[in-house]
């Protein structure tokens, strides 16, 4: 079956270091993949998603690229921030139409100091 | 607007009770989504109603777990004879279906349960 492997922390960070959260999958025919965040306190948001090879999402400073040759949706900030410390799923929709169930990988929690 | 609601956002239960679960998706989304999420086994998908389709119940954990969505909108987890085991974090989402493109998941606060 479909799922996703991803680096599960904890990580801590200081501000404006450079953040790589790595994540892979598995899945048959063409997924979807995402990249949802849980703040503390607060529900899970979608922060960037791609839905085909070699699409590179963003949101917020972070970004990802859609690697079908490496199975991978590696996440990527430049410089982070405080406010940045979460809880970051990756996640995969294995093919369209049908349920479109979220799989997610076991969530990294990033602390960033100041 | 209003987001997807959560009732109630915690639960406290003792082991054999039943309990019962509610989420009110956003108003139009037509997709509604139960996950669970544990420390044990992370973020895991129950449940999908999709407008009047048969809903996909390819991940309830057993026969305790049923869920139903009246008129199309709020819908209901109930867990029967509860077990420790299902202590976790549920997590109901919603999205709108069009086309058959992936749309974005809603998620609500979740409902927190604790099983003694």
């Known amino acids: 079956g479909n799922s996703v492997t991803q680096m599960e922390g904890p990580v801590t960070l200081s501000e404006e270091a450079f953040l790589t959260i790595n994540c892979t999958y598995t899945?048959?025919?063409?997924?979807?993949l995402f990249w949802y965040v849980q703040y503390p306190g607060e529900g899970l948001q979608l922060l960037l998603k791609?839905?085909?090879?070699?699409d590179k999402g963003s949101n917020k400073g972070f970004e990802a690229t859609y690697r079908k040759e490496t199975t991978s949706f590696h996440l990527e900030k430049g410089s982070v921030q405080v406010s940045d410390s979460a809880v970051y799923f990756c996640?995969?929709?294995?093919?369209?139409?049908?349920?479109?169930?979220?799989?997610f990988g076991k969530g990294m929690k990033l602390t960033v100091n100041p | 607007g209003a987001g997807v609601s959560q009732s109630p956002s915690n639960k406290v239960t003792e082991k054999g009770k039943d309990v019962e679960l509610r989420c009110d998706p956003i108003?139009?989304?037509?997709?509604l989504y139960w996950y669970r999420q544990s420390l044990g086994q992370g973020l895991e998908f129950l449940i999908y109603?999709?407008?009047?389709?048969?809903?996909?119940k390819s991940g309830l954990p057993s026969d305790r777990f049923s869920a139903e969505r009246t008129g199309g909108s709020v819908s209901t987890l109930t867990i029967q004879r509860t077990q420790q085991e299902d202590s976790a974090v549920y997590l109901c989402?919603?999205?709108?279906?069009?086309?058959?493109?992936?749309?974005?998941?809603?998620f609500g606060p979740g409902t927190r349960l604790t099983v003694t």
């Open positions: 791609a839905t085909k090879a070699d």
């Open positions: 899945a048959t025919g063409y997924p979807s």
């Open positions: 996640a995969l929709i294995g093919s369209r139409g049908g349920s479109e169930k979220l799989v």
């Open positions: 109603f999709q407008g009047n389709s048969a809903p996909d």
């Open positions: 989402a919603s999205s709108t279906r069009s086309g058959g493109l992936t749309y974005e998941q809603y």
């Open positions: 108003s139009g989304h037509t997709a």
